[in-house]
């Protein structure tokens, strides 16, 4: 093989090689988007179940009242849920479509530990949503939903701080000390997404240096000749 | 080169630009669950009316004071005092020196707290997790009048009185609506449980209130 010839082969093979790259990064985006359709609809669901059977009323002395828990969980649940659910099931695997995904979904961490009286418990959802979101593979997602969280975190402090730090006049940078841990998490996570990339690559430039084997093997294969 | 062994197929293109009605949806989505969370947050805020206990245990309610006293007054299907309960129970889990404590439950019928855990499992849930915390004392209030005696206005109100009958404290254990948490009024309870001086000595209550503003402001 001359080496012209040979060079050209590389450039076939890299570019092969980008091609598969491309493709398993798609396919593993469009994954992951129809798993968080499916998961954007199950928490609504879940919500309003929630809604229904943990606090379905109040009460104005005898006055039955519908809680206003209901309605924010069908309403609000419903209009969260929406279009992530239409961009993961008519658009997966865009950019745009992973981003509403990390920001809805942060923002049904908020919802949910709004509907169960701010349980603690409640709060894991957050760091469960943040592993959930790093099959995604790209270490941007992560961000975004982290830039939700420290930022539904600082509007709070400022307008509604007694109900995240217990104290009204808490110093401005107390959301960083929440947004840390949330950090602190995204860092392993990053890691994990990086090497997840390189090791897709790594498989796609393998798979086409057998594609271009196999290509060369064919091509001096008595059984082309024949046929 | 890719005629035998095509095992990917080539990428769609997803690097186009959005467009224009991508964009305003996108936009319109954005603003309309900014919009939710804002009035979440707002609603959970709003603090119930503020209560004027009596600045001296009122003796004519026939309950036993016996060192530092607290009174809780409950709607027993108030959603929101199911965190209240579980500050108070906190709160009692972390001081060494225990108060009596009395969960006043108002509107529950005298004889009917096992009719009401079987007609309502919400009802029976704030009622046993409140009598189930050492030291609490359920009590129902089928009308209203203990908790009329300590001007209890709000589900979630405690109010404090100190060995010597005094007022100590008075308000709610929670940041906002049915949120569990530390809170200034948590804190100011615990000082005052502690012995120490409280900055103040009240605080707002979040939760149903025991009275219907609808009837004229009469009470149960």
Same mark, same amino acid.
């Given at each position: ?8 082969? #590389? ?8 091609? $598969? +790259? ?9 994954e992951a988007?129809?798993? +968080?359709?499916?998961?954007m ?5 879940? #919500? ?24 924010? #969980? ?6 969260? =849920? ?8 008519c658009h ?5 479509? $992973?981003?509403?995904?990390?920001? #809805? ?32 593979r790209?270490?941007?997602?992560l961000?975004t ?13 400022i ?14 940078? $107390? ?20 090497r ?22 064919? =091509? ?8 | 080169? %890719? ?16 467009s ?12 309309a669950v ?5 009035w979440?947050w707002? *609603? ?9 206990p ?45 108060? %009596?404590? *009395? ?5 529950l ?6 009719a ?6 919400e ?37 404090a *009185? ?6 100590? *404290? ?11 948490g ?9 000082a ?21 503003p ?7």
């Amino acid at each position: 093989m001359t080496t012209d010839a040979t060079y050209d082969a #590389a450039v076939l093979i890299a570019a092969r090689s980008e091609e $598969r +790259f491309q493709s398993r990064t798609h396919r593993v985006h469009a994954e992951a988007d129809r798993l +968080f359709g499916w998961l954007m609809l199950g928490q609504w669901a879940f #919500a309003i179940a929630l809604a229904m059977v943990y606090s379905p009323y109040g009460w104005e002395g005898k006055t039955r009242v519908l809680s206003p828990h209901v309605p924010l #969980a069908v309403v609000l649940g419903g209009i969260l =849920s929406s279009l992530p659910v239409y961009l993961a099931f008519c658009h997966p695997g865009k950019t745009l479509t $992973r981003h509403v995904i990390a920001v #809805a979904q942060m923002l049904w961490s908020a919802l949910l530990i709004h509907l169960t009286g701010g349980r603690i418990e409640t709060h894991f959802h957050v760091f469960g949503s943040l592993a959930f979101l790093a099959f995604y593979r790209d270490w941007r997602v992560l961000l975004t939903a982290t830039l939700v969280v420290a930022t539904e975190h600082f509007l709070r402090g400022i307008f509604w701080p007694e109900s995240i730090y217990g104290i009204v006049n808490p110093e401005w940078w $107390r959301f960083l000390e929440h947004a840390f841990w949330v950090i602190f998490c995204d860092a392993f996570l990053i890691l994990a997404c990086i090497r997840g990339v390189n090791e897709m690559r790594e498989l796609a430039e393998q798979g086409a240096h057998m594609e271009a084997l196999a290509q060369a093997a064919w =091509s001096n294969s008595p059984a082309k000749a024949a046929s | 080169m %890719t005629d035998i062994l095509d095992v990917e197929p080539s990428p769609p293109r997803t690097g186009r630009p959005l467009s224009i009605v991508h964009k305003i949806i996108v936009g319109v989505w954005a603003v309309a669950v900014f919009a939710g969370m804002l009035w979440i947050w707002d *609603y959970k805020t709003i603090p119930g009316r503020a209560s004027s206990p009596p600045v001296a245990w009122p003796e004519s309610v026939g309950l036993k004071r016996s060192g530092v006293t607290l009174v809780m007054t409950l709607h027993p299907l108030c959603p929101c005092s199911q965190a209240s309960v579980s500050e108070l129970a906190r709160l009692l889990g972390s001081i060494q020196q225990r108060p %009596t404590v *009395y969960a006043l439950f108002v509107g529950l019928e005298a004889n009917d707290a096992e009719a009401t855990k079987a007609a309502r499992v919400e009802d029976a849930s704030l009622w046993q997790r409140a009598s189930a915390i050492p030291g609490v004392t359920a009590i129902p209030d089928p009308d209203g009048t203990i908790s009329r005696a300590f001007a209890g206005e709000t589900s979630g109100d405690v109010i404090a *009185y100190g060995a010597n009958g005094e007022l100590l *404290y008075h308000g709610g254990l929670t940041a906002a609506r049915g949120h569990e948490g530390d809170s200034f009024g948590l804190q100011r309870l615990r000082a005052v449980l502690r012995g120490d001086t409280p900055d103040l000595r009240s605080s707002p209550t979040f939760g149903c209130p025991l009275v219907d503003p609808r009837k004229d402001g009469v009470k149960l």
